[in-house]
C-alpha cells in the first residue's frame, strides 16, 4: 500500500443501510473493506468571471487503474495507512493502467474541459497545482448478500455512500 | 419597431438578466461552479437537455415535412420520441462502463481508446467537426429566416444579427448561470409549441375536422405514405426516417459525452421521465402545425416558414414575440452546445493530442475560440450564399454521424474482434457512403435511404475488414479484458438497478475480480 488514504465516512452498518433502502430483503453474509488506489491533485484555480472572489481549490482524483479522471468534493480527511487496511488494495487487472505522469497531465485536461463547458470563451482561467499525491488510497465496501435466492456483490463507496452492482 | 421585434428583444433581455441573477445570487465559487450540475434539480437537469437536442429543426423542418409530406413527417417524430429510449438500452450501461474502465473524457478520446491508435482520433474527430459544421449551419439559416420576418430585414442583415447573438452567447455564456437559462428556455420553447399547436387546432375546428379538411386537398397527406403516396412500400426510406433521429442520434458527440457523463443517479432516473414527458409533449407539435398550415397558409413559398407563418395568421402580435423568442431559443441553445462541442474537439481531441502536447490554459482557450469563429464565418457564408433547407442539413448531418460512427460505437462494447483497421474502414466507408448517395441522389432511383446504405455498409465494413486483418492488427490483450468485463451483465434486480451510480462501475468490476 502507499501512504495515505481517504478515511472512510460511511461505516460497514451505514453501508448496508444503503442497500437495504433499495433492496429490504437482502440479507447479509459478508462486507469487506477495499482500498481502490488514485493519484490525487489539488489546483488553484482563478477565473475573473467571478470577479474579486477568492480563487478556489479544485480537486481532482484519478483512477491509477482506468485513468478515469474527475472533479471531485473537497477531501475529507487523509490518514496514515494503518496496518490492519494491508492486503485490502484491490489487485490491478491490466485494463488501462496508468503513471503518475499521465494522472496529471488527465488531471489538467478534465479541468480545463470542465472549465471549457462551464465557462465558455470570454476570459482565460488560470490554473495552478497546489498539491499531488502519488497514491491516495480510496475505501469502498463490498458486500455480499442473498436476495431470495440470488446471490449479490454490491460495491459501496465509503466516502459517499452511493453503490454499483458488481456484475457477475 | 414591431411588437413581435419588441418581444424579442424583451426575451433576450430576460434571460441575461435571469442568468446574471441566479449567478450572484448563488454565491457559487469556481469549485462549485466546475462541479457544476450537482446540485441541480431532475427538472432542470431534463429539461436543460432537452433545450439543447431540440433545435431550430423542430421549427422549420419538421414544420416543413409536415407541409410537404403530411403524416409521413411522423416517421421522423417517432425515431426522435424513441431515440432516446433506444440510446439508452444498446448504449448505454454497456458503454458506460467501458468508458469508465478506458478512462475516457471526450467521445472521440473514447474511441481512440477503444479502438488505440492515433488513426482512429484522426479520421474521426474531422468527421464529427464537419458534420458540427452542417448542424451549426442549419441553425444559422433558422435563426435568420426567423429574425428576418420578424424584424422585416433582409435576409444577409438578419443572418448575420442571429449568427452574431448566437457566438456571442457561446462566448459570453460563462457570465450566466446557463443552467437555469437553458432550463427557463426549454419551457419558453414547451409552452410556445403548445400555444401554437392549440391555436391552430382551434382554427381548423379541431384534429378530426381539420383531418377531414386536408383530406379534401390530398387524402394521401393523412397516410403515413408521403405526398402522392410517394414512398408506399418504400421500406428503405421509411426504415431510414426511422433511423435518422433514433440510431443516427446516436453519433451526435454531445449525446455521447452525455452517456459518459456521471449524474447522480437518484436525479437521472426523475429526470428520464421529465425528458420523456417533454418530447411526447414537443415533438409532434410541429409536424402537425405544418399540415395545418396547408389549410390556414396554403400558398406559402418556402414551406420551412410554415410554423413562423402559421404563428403569424393565428396569433396576436405578442404572442408571435413569444413564440419567435421559443425559436431562439432553441436554436441558441443547440448551437452554444454545438460549437461548445467543436471547440473541445479542436483543442482536445486535435491541437493538443497532435500539434502540441504541452498546450496551456491560454492556449486551449484561443484554440477554441477560433475554431467557433471559423465555423461561424464559413457558416454565415454557406447560409448567405446559398443556404439549404434546415430539414435537409440537419438530416443530412445525422446520417453522416450515424452512418459513421454508430457501428463503430456499437461493436465497441458488443464485439471483442472489432479492430482498428475496421473502425477506421468503418467510419471512412460510413461517411463516404452516406455524402455519396446523398449528392448523387440514389434515394430516389433505389428506394433506400442513405441512412440505411450507409449503416449496413459501414457495418459491413468494419465486420469484413477486422475479421480480415485479426491476425495483423489484434485487439490488444487489456482491450478485450475490458470488453469481457464490460460485457458481464448479470440480472440486476431492477430496484437496485435504477439507483445504481456508474461512477463507480469500473471500481466495482475491479473489487469484484477477486
Sequence with gaps: MGQLAFKASVTEEQAWQAIQARAPRISRIRAE?????????????????????????????????????FISEPW????????????????????????????????????????????????????????????????????????????????????????????? | M?????????????????????????????????????????????????SSSMSGYMFLGAGSLGYTQGYFGMWYALGDIGGGIINLSILGRRMRKLSQILGSITSIEYLEHRYPSKWTRLVA?????????????????????????????????????????????TYLGGYLAVAYTDFVQAIVMLLGMLWILIA????????????????????????????????????????????????????????????????????????????????????????????????????LADPELAVFKVAETILPP????????????????????????????????????????????????????????????IGYAVAAVDPPGVAAVVIFATTVLGSAFVPVYVCAVWWKKANVPGAIASMLVGAVVSVGWELADLSSRTGLGPMLVGMVCSTLAIVGVSLATQRSHPVPERIRRAIEETAKVGRIPASLLAGQDSQLAAQAAIAGRE
Design chain 1, 33 to 69: 473493506l477495499r482500498h481502490h488506489p488514485f493519484s490525487g491533485f489539488v489546483h488553484r484555480f482563478y477565473h475573473p468571471v467571478h470577479g474579486a472572489s477568492a480563487p478556489a481549490r479544485v480537486h481532482t482524483l484519478v483512477d491509477r487503474l482506468t485513468g478515469k479522471a
Design chain 1, 76 to 168: 475529507s480527511e487523509l490518514v496514515e495507512v494503518d496496518e490492519a487496511s494491508q492486503g485490502s488494495s484491490v489487485s490491478d487487472p491490466g485494463w488501462n493502467t496508468i503513471t503518475f505522469e499521465q494522472a496529471r497531465e488527465r488531471s489538467l485536461q478534465v479541468i480545463r474541459v470542465a472549465a471549457l463547458r462551464r465557462y465558455r470563451l470570454a476570459r482565460r482561467h488560470a490554473l495552478e497545482e497546489l498539491e499531488s499525491h502519488e497514491l491516495l488510497w480510496k475505501p469502498n465496501w463490498l458486500l455480499t448478500g442473498m436476495l431470495g435466492q440470488q446471490r449479490l456483490r454490491v460495491l459501496v463507496d465509503g466516502l459517499t455512500g452511493s453503490y454499483y452492482v458488481v456484475e457477475s
Design chain 2, 2 to 50: 414591431s411588437i413581435q421585434l419588441t418581444f424579442l428583444l424583451v426575451y433576450f433581455a430576460a434571460m441575461v438578466v435571469i442568468g446574471v441573477w441566479v449567478m450572484r445570487r448563488s454565491g457559487a465559487g469556481p469549485e462549485d461552479y466546475l462541479l457544476g450540475g450537482r446540485s441541480l434539480g431532475p427538472a432542470v437537469t431534463a429539461l436543460r437537455l432537452q
Design chain 2, 125 to 169: 474527430a474531422p468527421i464529427a467537426l464537419a458534420c458540427i459544421l452542417f448542424y451549426v449551419l442549419a441553425q444559422f439559416i433558422a435563426g435568420g429566416r426567423g429574425l428576418e420576418m420578424v424584424s422585416g430585414v433582409s435576409y444577409p442583415v438578419a443572418l448575420a444579427v442571429a449568427v452574431g447573438v448566437i457566438v456571442l452567447y
Design chain 2, 200 to 299: 391552430t387546432l382551434w382554427a381548423v375546428g379541431g384534429l378530426g375536422e381539420g383531418n377531414r379538411a386536408v383530406a379534401e386537398l390530398d387524402p394521401n397527406l393523412l397516410t403515413m405514405w408521403g405526398k402522392d403516396l410517394a414512398f408506399q412500400g418504400e421500406w428503405g426510406i421509411i426504415v431510414g426516417a426511422l433511423l435518422v433521429f433514433s440510431v443516427g442520434y446516436m453519433g451526435w458527440p454531445h449525446v455521447v459525452v452525455s452517456h459518459m457523463a456521471m449524474k447522480r443517479p437518484s436525479v437521472a432516473r426523475s429526470a428520464g421521465v421529465y425528458a420523456l414527458g417533454f418530447n411526447i409533449l414537443f415533438i409532434p407539435g410541429p409536424y402537425l402545425i405544418g399540415l395545418f398550415a396547408l389549410l390556414l397558409v396554403p400558398t
Design chain 2, 318 to 377: 405578442f404572442a408571435v414575440g413569444i413564440v419567435m423568442a421559443a425559436i431562439m431559443a432553441a436554436i441558441m441553445s443547440t448551437a452554444d452546445a454545438l460549437l461548445l462541442q467543436a471547440g473541445t474537439i479542436a483543442s482536445q481531441d486535435i491541437y493538443a493530442r497532435f500539434i502540441n502536447r504541452g498546450m496551456s490554459d491560454g492556449q486551449m482557450v484561443w484554440v477554441s475560440r477560433l475554431i467557433i469563429l471559423a465555423l461561424a464565418v
